[in-house]
């Protein structure tokens, strides 16, 4: 019979690898209570490594793009451009590693951090968008695709 510290050990290392399974970084994907996103395809940069996710303030849709001041300048990045699913530039969003100030004031968004977000539409609302990060040059630095659902609304307990 196990001793009650190695069943603690196999209950927390259990649970450990369940919420990483949860995190997105297996699947690529995070969840919210009302919207879940999957990342379908990824590029080969890394600005774009915190992902990109669908999310519900008040009863609108917004996408939501978040980046490090640090990758904003060290690519010299311009904009972000949001590809529909026809591949149509349906969004372009100016970045600025300048914006940094006023993101200060923004919930959740810690020192060092920017997030970007687009309005989509109101729940429910669900689609599949190509996310580019561009440089100044006008060259691509990184890119996502992502699909999501955003239900109508969800009952919180």
């Known amino acids: ?32 209570l009302d919207c879940q996103t999957l990342a379908v395809e990824h590029g080969d940069g890394t600005v774009l490594e915190h992902g990109v996710m669908a999310d519900v303030v008040d009863d609108d849709v917004r996408l939501g793009v978040p980046l490090s001041v640090e990758a904003v300048r060290e690519h010299d990045l311009d904009r972000i451009e949001v590809f529909d699913a026809t591949d149509s530039l349906a969004y372009t969003i100016p970045v600025s590693a300048g914006d ?23 729940r429910p609302f669900h689609g599949r ?29």
């Open 100 to 122: 940094a100030a006023q993101m200060a004031n923004k919930v959740g968004v810690s020192e060092g951090q920017l997030y970007y977000e687009q309005y989509l539409g109101e």
């Open 129 to 157: 968008y190509r996310v580019v990060a561009v440089d100044a040059d006008g060259e691509t630095a990184d890119s996502l695709v992502v699909e999501f659902n955003c239900f109508p609304e969800v009952e919180r307990d």
């Open 1 to 32: 019979m196990p001793s009650r510290r190695q069943l603690l050990t196999a209950i927390t290392t259990v649970t450990a690898a369940g919420l990483a399974g949860c995190s997105g970084s297996a699947t690529g994907g995070s969840d919210t």
